[in-house]
């Protein structure tokens, strides 16, 4: 990561457009800033159809912002099964998903009075 401040919007553009690069589906913008003890001020959730599509989507975000912006995130989980894709921008956390894995894990029920921006 460099040492130039990111802004959050420039950062959530950028994102935004390396999901839908590459068709990412039901993508969910989660602001935490107004709720205590959050780990970050953004979640953005997407899913894609197979883990082709998941991984495909990560890198794509990736590319995005490393293009755009010059950054990288500071954590990738899970690319290796892609299943579920955490990457981790410090203030943004992005979660690809399959379908059905969110579908089980629904986290962002788990952010009930979170604003959530649909897109």
Request: glycine share 6%; with cysteine; net charge negative.
């Given at each position: 990561?460099?040492?130039?401040?990111?802004?959050?919007?420039?950062?959530?553009?950028?994102?935004?457009?390396?999901?839908?690069?590459?068709?990412?589906?039901?993508?969910?913008?989660?602001?935490?800033?107004?709720?205590?003890?959050?780990?970050?001020?953004?979640?953005?959730?997407?899913?894609?159809?197979?883990?082709?599509?998941v991984?495909?989507?990560?890198?794509s975000?990736?590319?995005?912002?490393?293009?755009?912006?010059?950054d990288?995130?500071?954590?990738?989980?899970g690319?290796?099964?892609?299943?579920?894709?955490?990457?981790?921008?410090?203030?943004?956390?992005?979660?690809?998903?399959?379908?059905?894995?969110?579908?089980?894990?629904?986290?962002?029920?788990?952010?009930?009075d979170?604003?959530?921006?649909?897109?």
């Amino acid at each position: 990561m460099t040492d130039k401040k990111i802004n959050n919007d420039e950062l959530l553009a950028s994102i935004i457009k390396g999901i839908e690069e590459v068709k990412g589906e039901n993508i969910d913008i989660l602001d935490l800033r107004a709720l205590d003890n959050t780990a970050c001020d953004y979640f953005i959730i997407c899913d894609g159809n197979s883990n082709t599509q998941v991984n495909a989507i990560s890198n794509s975000v990736q590319r995005f912002v490393s293009r755009e912006l010059h950054d990288k995130p500071w954590h990738v989980e899970g690319q290796e099964n892609g299943e579920w894709v955490l990457m981790d921008y410090v203030n943004i956390v992005v979660h690809v998903f399959q379908k059905q894995i969110r579908d089980y894990y629904r986290i962002e029920s788990l952010w009930g009075d979170a604003k959530i921006t649909s897109i």
